[in-house]
């Protein structure tokens, strides 16, 4: 009994001696396993096996939205985003005639109309009787998923060499820049996080056409301004031509544009735009409060400044490029291809009818910067666009009543001009 005390007490002594030789199992031991199993987690989430966060937009992407919501664009937030066929074209560097589409996002529909907004952010409706002009049917219009749209451009962008990104800007209204904004905006307003930072990311590393230095996050904003302003200008004025637009209408998109873009190199013009647009209107509407007596009872001095007047409204069209609009070519006159037609001709051509006695008149008016309805350009694909001004069709309208070919610098000194204007064609 003596000796199996002894012998007991040595094997739990052994016992416990082994026991300290097995892995750790204390709570402080489990809680290293699980962050291990927490860390490795995060990994595989990293490397894209699984995602359980919510995607957010960066503050910076956040800031450009808002900007781009302030401009009183609609709200693209959840918008079905559509394909149109618009036909086939030859476009500059195709092999062969190719279908065309236009992508845009749905505002409204009501079954024979829709509602878009455009990459060109323009707000156009289509209806049923409106008519595709290239395939004389109506507009077929597809559903299409944004972000594989938006994940297709981004693949072929990055791919694109330096001369297929020239050749793409060339006949542009509306930028690359500015479509692939509107397509990030989309996707933000969809909840595609990821495709609209990586839009935002492309624009910003992109070198700009001038420079070619990359916009960088801080110069895309002014960029953005930039482009849009100018498309915005380019519509309005090339608008100038379609009588039917009013001109309280364009009054109203170049204050946009000032409003909008202050900074923009767009920005003196169309706060010039507006003075004469304003002053036009005031006196189109104390014109119209006025009881106008048909010409033939008008003295000849009445008759040559109601025509002046009515210069405003001249409306040619120029069909060359290079080359000049000439304001000849008003429908009134038979237009670009002369025809027979009724009346007495456009209020240009009977100024002309007129003869010298109208000359005096003319020449005062020379520097009358109100805008017609005529609208020349150097070529049509890129912004050379300018509305002609009354004083420059009175400037023509001398010159084929008395065709000297001599031209006078209004510009300089108006009142100058015009006293050497009237020795030249008066004599006095």
């Not at 109203?252 to 202050?262: C, D, L, M, N, Y």
């Not at 010298?356 to 049509?380: P, Y």
């Not at 069709?393 to 300089?412: L, M, N, S, V």
Request: net charge negative.
């Amino acid at each position: 009994m003596r000796r199996t005390l002894p012998l007991a007490l040595l094997a739990i002594l052994l016992l416990l001696t082994a026991c300290t030789d097995k892995p750790n199992s204390s709570p402080q031991a489990q809680s290293s396993a699980s962050n291990s199993a927490v860390a490795l987690s995060e990994a595989e989430k990293a490397d894209g096996q699984s995602i359980s966060s919510e995607p957010s937009l960066s503050a910076h992407s956040r800031a450009l939205f808002e900007w781009f919501d302030s401009l009183g664009v609609p709200n693209l937030d959840n918008r079905n985003y559509l394909q149109i066929y618009l036909g086939t074209y030859w476009t500059l560097g195709d092999e062969k005639e190719k279908p065309q589409y236009s992508n845009v996002f749905l505002l409204e529909s009501n079954g024979t109309e829709k509602k878009t907004f455009t990459l060109g952010m323009r707000t156009v409706t289509y209806s049923d009787e409106k008519r595709n002009m290239l395939t004389r049917m109506p507009y077929e219009f597809k559903e299409v998923d944004l972000r594989k749209d938006v994940i297709r451009r981004l693949k072929y962008l990055r791919s694109r060499t330096p001369e297929e990104d020239r050749l793409r800007h060339i006949g542009r209204q509306s930028s690359e820049l500015m479509e692939l904004f509107i397509l990030a905006r989309g996707c933000s307003g969809a909840g595609h996080y990821q495709e609209a930072e990586e839009l935002i990311t492309f624009m910003s590393e992109k070198p700009e056409l001038k420079t070619l230095e990359p916009l960088g996050k801080e110069g895309l904003q002014k960029a953005l301004a930039e482009d849009m302003a100018k498309s915005f200008m380019w519509k309005a004025v090339r608008d100038f031509s379609d009588p039917e637009i009013p001109r309280q209408d364009l009054l109203q998109r170049f204050r946009e544009i000032a409003k909008h873009f202050p900074q923009s190199s767009q920005a003196v013009r169309a706060r010039e735009s507006v003075e004469i647009l304003t002053r036009m209107i005031q006196e189109d509407e104390a014109h119209a409060q006025k009881k106008v007596r048909p010409l033939e009872e008008m003295t000849v001095q009445e008759q040559v400044a109601e025509l002046i007047y009515q210069l405003r409204d001249q409306n040619a069209t120029q069909h060359s490029q290079p080359g000049s609009c000439d304001i000849f070519d008003d429908p009134r006159d038979g237009g670009w291809i002369p025809r027979q037609v009724e009346g007495k001709g456009s209020p240009a051509t009977q100024l002309v009818k007129m003869g010298d006695v109208a000359l005096e008149q003319l020449i005062d008016a020379v520097d009358d910067n109100s805008f017609t309805r005529c609208v020349g350009f150097h070529r049509n694909f890129y912004f050379s666009h300018h509305v002609i001004r009354v004083g420059e069709c009175c400037q023509t309208i001398i010159d084929r009543i008395q065709p000297t070919g001599r031209r006078f610098d209004i510009e300089g000194n108006p009142q100058r001009a015009k006293a050497a204007m009237k020795i030249w064609y008066l004599g006095n």
